[in-house]
Structure formats: structure tokens, C-alpha cells
Antibody
Framework: EVQMWESGGGLGQPGGPLRLSCAAS????????INWVRQAPGKGLEWVSL????????YYADSVRGRFIISRDNSKGTVSLQMNSLRVEDTAVYYC????????WGQGTLVTVSS | DAVMTQSPLSLPVTLGQSASISCRSS???????????LIWLQQRPGQSPRRLIY???NRDSGVPDRFSGSGSGTDFTLKITRVEAEDVGVYYC?????????FGQGTKVEI
């Protein structure tokens, strides 16, 4: 059974950093791309970023490009989302999602940006 | 960006009846490889989203055959026949043809 899980959420300061991590089980980690998708409280889904299976290609939403960095370490089976220059509007549940076609979702981790 | 527009945004349904959700894209979702990467997701209250349909009409494993997807190009539909209580939630379409990936606003299905 494929499972995805996120860690690293919490309270971040405006302008500050926060780092999220994603891990998975039930499949060969290095064979699938990983997305981050977020959902602000009471709102819809917003795609944030994707990293290819080997890490060679990365993509970002305009709203986070230049502030967020996605990376992966296939030897450790993890994907990270380094979030810098946080804004209040980055407050959301962040989901780690497998593949280009979003087939498996984690439970999400809440990021709150507030002073 | 491909803007995804869903309608209606709220859908009251009667148990046992059918329901349809429309999703329209601002541009064709036909990829250069010939596939159309239109996805439907279900988010039940308090849960993470779950994929129901991929490439317009392919049901994921474990998804009841009451759910069906159709459409082409820019116009797509999710149909739920014989609605059950467990179908309550928000349904999203998403395109995975173009960058950035984009979602519809969501359609809230309630009994």
C-alpha cells in the first residue's frame, strides 16, 4: 500500500523560513515525481511545486517561485520543500502528492505564518 | 495558465439520484503526446483529497462505477449516478497537461 506523509509544519514568522519534508512507503521512491499542493483554510487546492523522479527537473507556481525550493534525496527517500520569505498568505495545509498525475496524497501538514 | 472553471459550485443532491459537475478549461488539455490529462478528485469532509478519475475517464482502483468521467478538449464532466451519503464532499478537476498545474474552484456536493 502506497503511503505518503509530511512533516515539518508549524508556526513560521513572516519573512522567515520553514522546511517541510515528505516521505513515502509502498513503492520505489525514485520512480515517481513528487508534488506539493496546498490548501488555505476553507479554500480550494493550489498546486505549489513538483520535482521529477530523479530530481533533474523542478517546477513552481508563480506564487512561490523564487521563495520556495523543492529538492529530493532518493538515497534517503525524502523530498523537501524549503520555504523562505514566508508570507501570511502561505498559511495552508501542505500535501505531499505522488506522481505527475497526483495519485496518492498524504494527510497534510499545517503551516501557519503569523507574527 | 490553464484556468479551470467548475459549475455548479454547490450541488444539492438527493440520495439515489444522479449528479453532474462540469469543468471547463481556458485552453485545450490535449498534450503533445496525444493524451488529455484531466483528473477528478474527491475531498470528503476532514480528509485529504483522493483521486477518482485520471485521463478524463479512467477510474482509479476501488472507485465505484457510479463515478464516470467524460469530455474532450476543453469541456469535461464528472457524473455520479445513484448518489450515496458517502459521496458528500468537494470535487475538484485538475489539469496535468500544462505548467503550472491548475485546479478548478471545487464543487460542494451535499445531500
Amino acid at each position: 500500500e502506497v503511503q505518503m506523509w509530511e512533516s515539518g509544519g508549524g508556526l513560521g514568522q513572516p519573512g522567515g523560513p520553514l522546511r517541510l519534508s515528505c516521505a513515502a512507503s509502498g513503492y520505489t521512491f525514485s520512480q515517481h515525481a513528487i508534488n506539493w499542493v496546498r490548501q488555505a483554510p476553507g479554500k480550494g487546492l493550489e498546486w505549489v511545486s513538483l520535482i521529477s523522479d530523479n530530481g533533474d527537473a523542478t517546477y513552481y507556481a508563480d506564487s512561490v517561485r523564487g521563495r520556495f525550493i523543492i529538492s529530493r534525496d532518493n538515497s534517503k527517500g525524502t523530498v523537501s520543500l524549503q520555504m523562505n520569505s514566508l508570507r501570511v498568505e502561505d498559511t495552508a495545509v501542505y500535501y505531499c502528492v505522488r506522481s505527475n498525475f497526483v495519485d496518492y496524497w498524504g494527510q497534510g501538514t499545517l503551516v501557519t505564518v503569523s507574527s | 495558465d490553464a484556468v479551470m472553471t467548475q459549475s455548479p459550485l454547490s450541488l444539492p443532491v438527493t440520495l439515489g439520484q444522479s449528479a453532474s459537475i462540469s469543468c471547463r478549461s481556458s485552453q485545450s488539455l490535449v498534450h503533445s503526446d496525444g493524451n488529455t490529462y484531466l483528473i477528478w478528485l474527491q475531498q470528503r469532509p476532514g480528509q485529504s483529497p483522493r483521486r477518482l478519475i485520471y485521463k478524463v475517464s479512467n477510474r482509479d482502483s476501488g472507485v465505484p462505477d457510479r463515478f464516470s468521467g467524460s469530455g474532450s478538449g476543453t469541456d469535461f464532466t464528472l457524473k455520479i449516478t445513484r448518489v450515496e451519503a458517502e459521496d458528500v464532499g468537494v470535487y475538484y478537476c485538475m489539469q496535468a497537461t500544462e505548467w503550472p498545474r491548475t485546479f478548478g474552484q471545487g464543487t460542494k456536493v451535499e445531500i
